[in-house]
C-alpha cells in the first residue's frame, strides 16, 4: 500500500506554472539573497486538531493562490488559515470520493484524477467530468503533465492527451506501446518523457510520434526539474542528477545512495535545493549540483535533517511541493507542514531567555541572557564567551572594548569580548541581587549605571556619585539611557518624564512639554532629532517640545521596548513585534504606515519594555532583535514587500438555513431573515494578517469592515436588486482587487411591491383631500350657524325696538300731532312744532330702516350701488355738498349684511366728514365689482387730514376709528390716503371670500 500511494506524490508539482505565478506575484524578490540552512527557514504545522483532512493524496496551487488537497474523503482547499471541504458547484456531482492525482492550469482551474477512474475540471463555479467513455484510459489516473496547451494524463490504464475539446488516447499509431503510465513528465527543453513498464518513452517538441522505449530502472515517482539544469530521477537504488534524458538509464551523479526501502518522495525547489525524504526523516541539500557521490551509499556531504525532534507532523512523508509564493509544503502521516524563508531569520540558542544585545565592531552582534553569552557572525556561526557570561546589560566604549554589568561588578573585556580588562566593583548601595537595566559608557570615559530600585550612578575619576539635579535626586529608578552626538546624556523614566543632563544642568521634559510616552523606555537618536518612546508611543523633540507620531496600523507604536536608526528608517521592537518607519515618511510627516514584521514574517514573541537593549542594528546592517526566548536577525537588503491579497472567493451564501450556490446570482424569497456570505482570500504565507472588507451595492453606502472575520450576515434585507463584493487588505492596509460582484435579488412581498405603495399613496391622498373637504364644510357650517345665530339676534332686537321704542316713539309723535292740532294756526308754536314733528317722521324712517336692515338675511344681488346711491344723495341733501357723484363698474354680486353695511357706513362716514370738517367742493364716490371682490373709494378736494389725526383721530371723535372698525369686521382692508391741503382718499377693499353672501359661501 505504501509503493501504490508514492505513485502518484509528484505528477501533480505544477513547476512551470509555479514559477510564472512567482514572477507575477513577487516581482521584488531578492535574487541574491543568502542561501539558508533548513533550521533557518520557518516552519509552521498543521494537524487534525487544525483541521486538516485524513489521509491527503495530492496537492495542488491553483493559480488564484488557493492551495487544493486531494483526499479520500473528497477535494479540500486551504486558504493558509482553514480547511474546507470543496463542494460540486450547483447542479453538478463529483464522479467520485477518493482523489487520487491533482493538476492546476494556468487559468484558475484544477484538473482532478479519480481513484476509480475518470477526470474532473473545476473552474470558476462549472464542473466538467469526463470518463473513459470520452477517451480516458480505464482506471485510476496517477499523472498529469501540462505541456502548453495540451494536458497529459497517465495511469494503470494507459496514457491520453487532451487537445482543450476531447481526449485521444495513446496507442501503437503513436508510436506508445506501454500498458501503464508511472510518471508523466515534460522536460525543460519540451520533450515529453513517460516513464513506464517497458522503459522510457520520449517524444520530441513538434513530434507527432513517440521515439521506441528506452530501457532503465523504473521511477519511484515524477522526476524534478528547475528551471533547465538537471533532472533529478528517484529509483530504487536513490536520487541521481539526469543531465539527459536519453542517458537516464546511466549511473551518472548520485546524491543519495538509497540504504534502505525507498519511501519516493522528492522535489526541486526554485532556489536549487532538492528535498527527498528517509525512513522517518526529511531531507534536503541546499546545493545539490556541487554534491559529492556517496558510493558506500548514505547522504552526500551537505545534506540537512528534519525530523519529529526538530518538529515535523510526522514520521512519514508522503507528498511535497513548491507554491508561486517559494514555500515548500510537505505532507506527513501527521499533518501538513510549510518550510518558508522568511523575512527574519532565528538563531537557534540553547535556554534562551530575554536576551540583551549588542553590536561588535565586525557585523557580528554579542547575545547574553544573563547566564550565557554568545557572539553571532552574519552567517550565523556561534562563538560562546565565557567572559561575558553573566552580563545584564551592555555597553560599548568610546576605544571599542565593551563594558558588562555582571552580578558582581561591571566588566571590561576586549573588542572580542574573549579577555578581560578590568573590574569595576559597585557602589555599596547597589547589591549584587540587583538588576543592572542599562549602562552607558561617556566619551568622557564616564561610566552611567541604572540599576532597579538604585536609581542612576555615575562613575568618573575611580568614584561613584548621584547627580543632585536628577529627580529624587538621582535615585529615582529610569527605564532608558542614553548618550547622543553630543555627549549630552538622555535619560527615561517609567512617570512619562525624560531628564536631560548637560553638565551640572538638568531639564526635565513631561506632559507639560507634550511628552506622551507613558513608560519612556525608548531613547533614540535619528536624523538630527531625539525620539522619545514607550508604553503609550513614540514622539520626537522639536524645539522645546515633544510632537506624537500617529501610525497605521495603531498597534505598531504599542509598548516600545527599544529602538534602533537606519538609512531605512526606524526600527522598533515592541509589542506588534518587529516594526520599520520609513525613512521617507518620517521626512513627509502626517501618519505614517509602519511595516510590521510578526510571527508572520518570522518574529515569534515579544519582547518587554524593561528590555530596551533588545534591538541593535550591526555593522553590516542587519536588524537583531530578541523576544522572550529566541532571537532573530532581519537584512533590510533582502527584505521582500508584503504581498497584496489577491480577489477574495466566496465559498458559500446560506439564508434562514438553505444554501445557495455562491458561483451564481441569487434569488432570495421575499422577507429573509438572516443572509449569510463566507469568504476568503487565500494566502499562503501571511494568512493571519489579511483584512476584510465588503460591501452590498445597493444597501449599503460604504464599505463595511469585518476584520479578520470571514462570515458576515444581514437581516431584513428589504427588497430589490444588490450587488456582494469583498475586497482583502494585507497587514499594512494595501487592498487587493475586489471579488466578482455576486448579484442577490430579494423578492418583494405584495405589501412590498411599487404599485401597492403608490396605491396605497393615492388612497392617502384621496382620504386626505375628503378630509380636506370635510373639514371646509364643516367649517362653512359653522361660520352659516353663527351668521344664522347674528341675524336670529338682530330680528330679536328689531322686534324689541319696534314693539318698544318705535311704538312708544310712534305714540308720543301722535300726542305730539294732537296738541299741535289744538294750536291756531297762526301761533308761531304750532309751526315750529310742526316742524319738529316732521323731523320726528324722518327718524322713525330712519328707525324703521334700521329695523329692516336688521331683519334681512340675503341681500339683494343689486342691493349695494342702489341703497349706496340712495344713502350719498340723503347725505349730500343733509350736509349741503356743493356737488357728489356716484359711479359702478362691474357685475354686482350678492353681499353678506356685513360687507353692505361696512359700504355704507364708511362711504356715509367719509361724505359727512368732507362736508363737515374738510370743506369739500366736490366728492367722487366709486364702487368696483371684479373677479378678486370689491373696491369702494370715497375721494374730496377738501383740507385734507393731519398725520396725527390720521393715526390716532380727533379727540372725542370716532369717525375714522368707526371705519376702521367696520372694515375689520366685515373681513376688508380700509386705506386712508390724505395730505393737508391736498384732500382726502378712502379706499375699502373686500376679497370676494369676506365680501360673500353665506349662501354663497356654503355652496363655495
Excluded at 530578541?626 to 439564508?655: H, I
Aim: proline letters at 6%; glycine letters at 12%.
Amino acid at each position: 500500500m505504501r509503493f501504490y500511494r508514492s505513485r502518484a506524490r509528484h505528477v501533480f508539482h505544477p513547476l512551470p506554472a509555479c514559477m510564472v505565478a512567482l514572477c507575477c506575484l513577487l516581482p521584488s524578490w531578492p535574487l541574491a539573497a543568502p542561501a539558508r540552512t533548513l533550521d533557518q527557514l520557518e516552519h509552521v504545522s498543521w494537524t487534525a486538531r487544525d483541521g486538516v483532512p485524513d489521509n491527503i493524496t495530492a496537492m495542488a496551487q491553483t493559480t488564484d493562490g488557493w492551495m487544493w488537497f486531494g483526499t479520500s474523503e473528497g477535494l479540500w482547499r486551504f486558504d493558509g488559515l482553514r480547511f474546507t471541504a470543496a463542494k460540486a458547484p450547483a447542479g453538478a456531482r463529483f464522479p467520485d470520493q477518493t482523489v487520487y492525482s491533482l493538476q492546476a492550469d494556468g487559468a484558475a482551474g484544477l484538473w482532478i484524477g479519480w481513484m476509480f477512474g475518470g477526470v474532473s475540471h473545476l473552474q470558476a463555479g462549472t464542473l466538467r467530468n469526463w470518463s473513459a467513455a470520452d477517451g480516458l484510459p480505464p482506471g485510476v489516473i496517477w499523472a498529469f503533465a501540462q505541456d502548453g496547451p495540451w494536458l497529459w494524463a497517465g495511469g494503470i490504464g494507459g496514457l491520453a492527451l487532451f487537445d482543450g475539446s476531447r481526449w485521444q488516447r495513446m496507442g501503437p499509431e503513436q508510436g506508445f506501446s506501454a500498458r501503464k503510465v508511472d510518471a508523466v513528465f515534460v522536460h525543460a527543453d519540451g520533450t515529453l518523457a513517460v516513464f513506464t513498464e517497458q522503459g522510457l518513452f520520449l517524444r520530441a517538441p513538434g513530434a507527432a510520434r513517440f521515439a521506441p522505449p528506452l530501457p532503465g530502472p523504473p521511477t519511484r515517482q515524477r522526476p524534478a526539474q528547475y528551471g533547465s539544469g538537471p533532472v533529478w530521477y528517484l529509483e530504487q537504488r536513490g536520487i541521481r542528477a539526469l543531465d539527459s534524458l536519453a542517458q537516464y538509464g546511466r549511473a551518472d551523479r548520485w546524491v543519495f545512495r538509497q540504504r534502505a526501502a525507498v519511501t519516493g518522495s522528492l522535489l526541486a525547489d526554485s532556489r536549487g535545493a532538492l528535498w527527498f525524504d528517509d525512513v522517518g526523516t526529511l531531507l534536503r541539500h541546499a546545493d545539490p549540483l556541487g554534491a559529492d557521490d556517496a558510493p558506500g551509499g548514505g547522504y552526500a556531504p551537505g545534506v540537512e535533517q528534519f525530523g519529529a525532534a526538530q518538529g515535523l507532523s510526522g514520521s512519514i512523508v508522503y507528498h511535497m511541493m513548491e507554491d508561486a509564493q517559494g514555500n515548500v509544503w510537505v505532507v506527513t502521516n501527521g499533518g501538513l507542514n510549510r518550510f518558508r524563508a522568511a523575512n527574519a531569520v532565528e538563531l537557534r540558542l540553547p535556554t534562551l531567555y530575554r536576551a540583551r544585545l549588542l553590536a561588535g565592531a565586525d557585523g557580528s552582534v554579542f547575545i547574553s541572557d544573563g547566564n550565557q553569552a554568545w557572539q553571532a557572525s552574519a552567517g550565523g556561526a556561534m562563538r560562546s564567551l565565557p567572559a561575558a557570561s553573566g552580563a545584564m546589560a551592555m555597553a560599548t566604549a568610546p576605544d571599542g572594548a565593551i563594558w558588562l554589568a555582571t552580578a558582581r561588578a561591571l566588566r571590561r573585556v576586549t573588542a572580542d569580548g574573549a579577555r578581560l580588562l578590568a573590574d569595576i566593583p559597585y557602589p555599596p548601595d547597589v547589591a549584587p541581587a540587583d538588576n543592572i537595566r542599562a549602562i552607558v559608557a561617556a566619551r568622557d570615559s564616564a561610566l552611567w549605571l541604572v540599576a532597579s530600585g538604585r536609581g542612576v550612578l555615575r562613575h568618573a575619576d575611580g568614584a561613584w556619585q548621584r547627580h543632585p539635579a536628577l529627580p529624587e535626586g538621582g535615585r529615582k529608578t529610569p527605564i532608558a539611557v542614553l548618550q547622543d552626538s553630543r555627549g549630552r546624556v538622555w535619560i527615561g523614566y517609567e512617570d512619562n518624564q525624560v531628564a536631560l543632563v548637560e553638565g551640572d544642568k538638568v531639564t526635565l521634559y513631561g506632559a507639560a512639554q507634550g511628552l506622551t510616552a507613558g513608560k519612556v523606555s525608548v531613547l533614540l537618536e535619528h536624523g538630527g532629532a531625539i525620539w522619545a518612546g514607550g508604553s503609550d508611543g513614540l514622539a520626537r523633540l522639536s524645539g522645546a517640545r515633544f510632537v506624537a507620531l500617529h501610525a497605521f496600523p495603531a498597534r505598531a507604536l504599542a509598548s516600545l521596548a527599544g529602538a534602533v536608526g537606519a538609512p531605512e528608517g526606524i526600527w522598533l521592537n515592541g509589542g506588534a513585534g518587529l516594526v520599520l518607519l520609513p525613512a521617507a515618511a518620517l521626512k513627509a510627516g502626517g501618519p505614517l504606515p509602519a511595516r510590521v514584521f510578526d510571527d508572520t514574517e518570522g518574529v515569534v514573541g515579544r519582547a518587554r519594555p524593561l528590555y530596551n537593549d533588545a534591538i541593535v542594528r550591526a555593522t553590516d546592517g542587519s536588524i537583531w532583535v530578541s523576544t522572550k526566548r529566541r532571537v532573530f536577525r532581519l537584512d533590510p537588503a533582502t527584505v521582500r514587500p508584503e504581498p497584496v491579497p489577491g480577489a477574495p472567493t466566496l465559498l458559500a451564501v446560506t439564508a434562514d438555513g438553505r444554501d445557495y450556490d455562491a458561483s451564481a446570482a441569487i434569488a432570495l424569497p421575499p422577507n429573509p431573515g438572516r443572509v449569510a456570505f463566507r469568504f476568503a482570500s487565500p494566502s499562503t504565507g501571511m494568512a493571519p494578517r489579511i483584512r476584510y472588507r465588503y460591501r452590498l451595492e445597493g444597501y449599503d453606502r460604504a464599505w463595511q469592515h469585518a476584520g479578520h472575520a470571514v462570515d458576515v450576515a444581514y437581516t431584513g434585507l428589504p427588497p430589490g436588486d444588490f450587488r456582494f463584493v469583498v475586497q482583502a487588505l494585507n497587514g499594512a492596509g494595501a487592498p487587493g482587487p475586489a471579488s466578482a460582484p455576486l448579484p442577490v435579488h430579494v423578492a418583494a412581498t405584495v405589501v412590498q411591491t411599487v404599485w401597492f405603495k403608490l396605491a396605497c399613496a393615492g388612497l392617502a391622498l384621496l382620504g386626505l383631500w375628503g378630509l380636506v373637504r370635510y373639514r371646509l364644510r364643516l367649517q362653512a357650517r359653522r361660520l352659516l350657524a353663527v351668521e344664522r345665530t347674528r341675524h336670529a339676534e338682530r330680528e330679536r332686537i328689531a322686534r324689541e325696538l319696534h314693539d318698544t321704542l318705535l311704538q312708544s316713539v310712534q305714540g308720543l309723535v301722535l300726542s305730539v300731532s294732537a296738541t299741535t292740532e289744538r294750536l291756531p294756526a297762526s301761533d308761531p308754536l304750532r309751526a315750529s312744532l310742526s316742524a319738529t314733528l316732521e323731523r320726528a317722521d324722518t327718524v322713525l324712517a330712519e328707525a324703521r330702516d334700521h329695523v329692516q336692515g336688521l331683519r334681512r338675511s340675503v341681500p339683494a344681488a343689486h342691493a349695494l350701488p342702489t341703497q349706496l346711491a340712495a344713502a350719498l344723495d340723503q347725505a349730500c341733501a343733509e350736509h349741503g355738498a356743493p356737488r357728489c357723484s356716484f359711479t359702478h363698474s362691474g357685475a354686482p354680486v350678492a353681499l353678506s349684511p356685513d360687507a353692505v353695511r361696512a359700504c355704507i357706513g364708511i362711504a356715509m362716514e367719509a361724505v359727512r366728514n368732507a362736508c363737515r370738517h374738510a370743506g369739500a367742493r366736490h366728492i367722487d364716490v366709486r364702487l368696483r365689482y371684479d373677479a378678486q371682490g370689491l373696491e369702494l373709494s370715497v375721494a374730496d378736494d377738501g383740507r385734507g387730514i393731519e398725520a396725527g389725526i390720521l393715526q390716532m383721530g380727533r379727540a372725542g371723535h370716532w369717525g375714522i376709528a368707526g371705519m376702521r372698525e367696520r372694515a375689520a369686521e366685515a373681513g376688508g382692508l380700509l386705506r386712508i390716503d390724505s395730505t393737508v391741503g391736498a384732500g382726502t382718499t378712502v379706499v375699502l377693499t373686500l376679497s370676494r371670500a369676506a365680501a360673500a353672501a353665506d349662501g354663497d359661501l356654503d355652496r363655495a
